[in-house]
C-alpha cells in the first residue's frame, strides 16, 4: 500500500494491483497450456452420416469399441466376458439407463451386433450409435 499526504492533512490510499495481474496471467498461461494435456479420450475413427445431432445426457454410459477390437466402458478396459457381468449389473441398477455405442468405422458389423445383443440380453433397450458428422464429400454420395 502507498500512502501519501493530499495536502489538507489526510491520507490517501492506494492498492497496487499490479502484482496480483501478473500473478493471474501467468496462472491463465499455464492452466492454457496444460488443460489441452488433461484431456484424455480413446482414438476411435468414427463414420461418418448424415444425420442430425441428438442431445446425449450428462450421465451417460458409453460402450467403445477401438479399431484393435478392445472394449471399453467409462474409459476401462474391458474384455467381452467382463463385460457380459458389468452390463447386467448396469441395467439392474438404472432399468432406463440409455446406452450409446460408440465404435471404430474398421470395427465389423458382427462385433458391434454382438454388443447390442450383450445390450438387449441385460434389459437395455434404450441404445444409441455415435457418429461423426458427415463431411461435404460423404453427402455428395
Do not use: W
Not at 495481474?21 to 492454457?32: A, K, R, T
Not at 445431432?53 to 458409453?62: C, D, G
Not at 452390463?87 to 455405442?101: G, H, M, S, W
Amino acid at each position: 500500500m502507498a500512502f501519501s499526504s493530499d495536502g489538507q492533512g489526510g491520507m490517501m490510499s492506494d492498492i497496487n494491483v499490479t502484482p496480483f495481474v501478473d500473478v493471474m496471467l501467468v496462472l491463465l498461461i499455464i492452466f492454457m497450456v496444460t488443460a489441452p494435456l488433461l484431456t484424455t479420450g480413446l482414438k476411435v475413427d468414427l463414420p461418418r452420416v448424415d444425420a442430425p445431432p441428438i442431445e446425449m445426457p450428462e450421465e451417460q454410459v458409453l460402450l467403445v469399441i477401438d479399431a484393435q477390437g478392445r472394449y471399453f466402458l467409462a474409459d476401462h478396459e474391458f474384455t467381452f466376458a467382463e463385460l457380459e457381468e458389468k452390463i447386467p449389473a448396469i441395467a439392474k441398477a438404472n432399468p432406463d439407463q440409455e446406452v450409446f455405442l460408440q465404435a471404430d468405422g474398421t470395427v465389423p458389423y458382427a462385433r458391434v451386433a454382438e454388443l447390442m445383443g450383450l445390450c438387449t440380453r441385460a434389459g437395455i433397450v434404450r441404445m444409441g450409435m455415435v457418429t461423426a458428422p458427415a463431411g461435404p464429400e460423404e453427402t455428395e454420395r
